[in-house]
């Protein structure tokens, strides 16, 4: 199990740094497939979309640091055993947009079970929990991807219902693309008419 958990690593590592070192030729090749009277304006919110969606990434790289040391501040001061390992863990699972943290949130709690009952139900880690997951991530994402917080909300609500974890990962990214070909090109035409 070891072994092949890390070959699958490895092998993601690889094909995604593969996937990063070609992605200028593989866009080439997927804008031959536009006209060429479109082809720049296509370019131009194809960039805009991975633009927005690395700043995404990098947001929400932000708030899972933010989680991390949250967690192992709190779990050091109230004793709970392995603070480190728990704070990578919550970093991790907080990549998983409101669903992740939440889970991270049970182990943490479950953990702190080992101190006392009232360290495992305290306040800071659920009031800590509800406003990343509903204030800290829609705020950042609105800053990182000009997306209003409700629209992030909703949409990892509804990505998490229809696919899961790999629908609540690709919900923020989805709605920032849904919206912008919105604003390209179906709401100038409505705007005209």
């Known amino acids: 199990m070891v072994l092949s958990t890390v070959a699958s690593t490895a092998i993601v590592i690889i094909v995604t740094l593969y996937c990063m070192a070609a992605l200028p030729a593989i866009k080439e090749f997927c804008y031959r497939f ?78 702190a079970l080992s101190v006392s009952l009232p360290i495992a139900i305290a306040v800071f880690y659920v009031v800590f929990r509800v406003a990343e997951d509903y204030l800290i991530v829609p705020r950042a994402m609105k800053f990182a991807v000009d ?13 998490g219902a229809l696919l899961g974890i790999i ?19 179906v709401f100038p035409k409505k705007e005209r008419n």
């Open 34 to 111: 536009v006209a060429a009277s479109r082809r720049e304006r296509v370019e131009g919110v194809a960039e805009e979309i991975m633009n927005r969606i690395g700043k995404f990434m990098l947001g929400n790289l932000v708030t899972s640091g933010i989680a991390d040391v949250a967690t192992f501040g709190w779990c050091a001061a109230t004793g709970v055993p392995y603070a480190a390992a728990l704070g990578v863990f919550t970093a991790l699972m907080d990549l998983i947009p409101i669903v992740g943290s939440t889970l991270a949130g049970i182990i943490v709690s479950l953990v």
């Open 147 to 159: 997306v209003h917080p409700l629209v992030t909300v909703l949409a990892v609500l509804v990505g």
């Open 167 to 185: 629908g609540a990962l690709v919900a923020i990214p989805a709605a920032v693309a849904v919206g912008l070909v919105l604003d390209e090109y």
